[in-house]
């Protein structure tokens, strides 16, 4: 990741600087929907005496001022003494240790998640993880991972940034970071995605106008061809029926064979999407394999008006993958596959088919 600006705070906690964009490929700028290709994705990083840390993502644009904050007063790793209780069978290499609480994340067939931590000279006790998780029941997955204890001195940042013009909104639920990856695909192949939790914490109605979603090798090693919502609730209280698990799906739309019938997602589009108070749904996103490389989304920006005027809000779901010649077929999962068909009216995706399912 290139950095762009550095530095620490003042007595008041307040740290302004000038990006040196030039460091920026300019076919990495985007559209944000002015019709210019000037703006670009950021990750502010925080970092405080304790060692504690935060990340906040940001779409910032070319000759525009912002200014944000970012905190590690909620964030970063609670120190415990002591050895921790491990739920595996693997063995404590020390006494002291920091836990770095990982988020849920929904990692069902051909999805993966890789957590690496790496360290440096000033730990004294280090382990690091790399973790591979598949969940064929599509649930839910909390872990947490085990890190030595670090020596940091650094000073918290507040950093002065960039407005687009569009109010920085707070109508979603932000969610806590999370990082969902896709093993390799061949080029043709499309995968669809549904893992973007959107939900209206708000008291107002607010209508979505559009999904950014940019980033290394987008447009490039893997082509948007489908940006959907799967609605699941309408308010606070009304569930809708037959929605589906968070996953990766080799199926258009969504399907899923539970209790001994299928469910079908139902899709609709994101412009003009309106959502009372409470309200949740998904973000379905379908990405076509265009040629070999690597790709990220470091994070969705959801475009929406509330009360009369427009604001963006960036949800920290990154997701990223690769395109490979070589990349071995991944079989449906059963209880995707069994619903492809008249039933449903469900197809499979480019670069899937009926016959052998993975369990």
Not at 54 to 76: H, I, M, P, R, W
Not at 99 to 123: C, H, L, R
Not at 144 to 166: E, I, N, Q
């Amino acid at each position: 990741m290139t950095q762009l600006a550095l530095g620490t705070t003042d007595s008041t906690g307040q740290f302004s600087a000038t990006l040196n964009t030039g460091l920026i490929d300019p076919s990495e700028f985007g559209d944000i929907g002015d019709g210019v290709p000037d703006a670009f994705n950021v990750v502010i990083e925080a970092l405080d005496q304790n060692g504690n840390f935060a990340f906040q993502d940001e779409t910032l644009t070319l000759g525009e001022n912002y200014v944000g904050s970012v905190s590690t007063a909620t964030g970063g790793v609670q120190p415990v003494s002591g050895p921790p209780t491990l739920f595996s069978d693997g063995v404590p290499i020390g006494h002291t240790y920091r836990y770095v609480p990982v988020e849920p994340d929904n990692a069902a067939p051909g999805m993966q998640t890789v957590d690496t931590y790496t360290t440096t000279s000033s730990i004294n006790k280090q382990t690091q993880v790399t973790v591979g998780l598949v969940n064929q029941d599509g649930g839910v997955m909390p872990r947490y991972k085990r890190v030595g204890s670090v020596a940091v001195a650094l000073t918290a940042m507040s950093l002065m940034l960039a407005d687009c013009g569009t109010t920085g909104g707070n109508a979603l639920v932000r969610g806590v970071p999370t990082r969902i990856g896709s093993k390799a695909v061949r080029p043709g192949t499309e995968i669809g995605l549904l893992y973007v939790f959107l939900q209206n914490k708000s008291n107002s109605t607010i209508v979505l106008s559009s999904v950014g979603i940019r980033g290394p090798g987008i447009g490039r090693v893997v082509r948007l061809v489908q940006v959907d919502i799967a609605p699941l609730r309408n308010g606070r209280h009304h569930l809708l029926p037959n929605s589906v698990p968070s996953s990766q799906y080799p199926t258009d739309p969504p399907v899923f064979w539970e209790h001994g019938h299928c469910r079908k997602q139902a899709l609709v589009p994101v412009k003009g999407f309106r959502m009372t108070p409470g309200s949740n749904a998904w973000l379905w996103v379908v990405l076509r394999a265009v040629k070999p490389g690597r790709w990220k989304i470091p994070f969705h920006t959801i475009y929406y008006t509330m009360n009369g005027g427009k604001n963006q809000q960036s949800i920290p779901i990154s997701a990223y993958g690769s395109v490979s010649k070589d990349a071995a077929y991944l079989p449906p999962y059963y209880a995707m596959a069994k619903c492809v068909g008249p039933q449903t009216g469900a197809r499979f995706l480019p670069g899937f088919h009926a016959g052998k399912v993975s369990r």
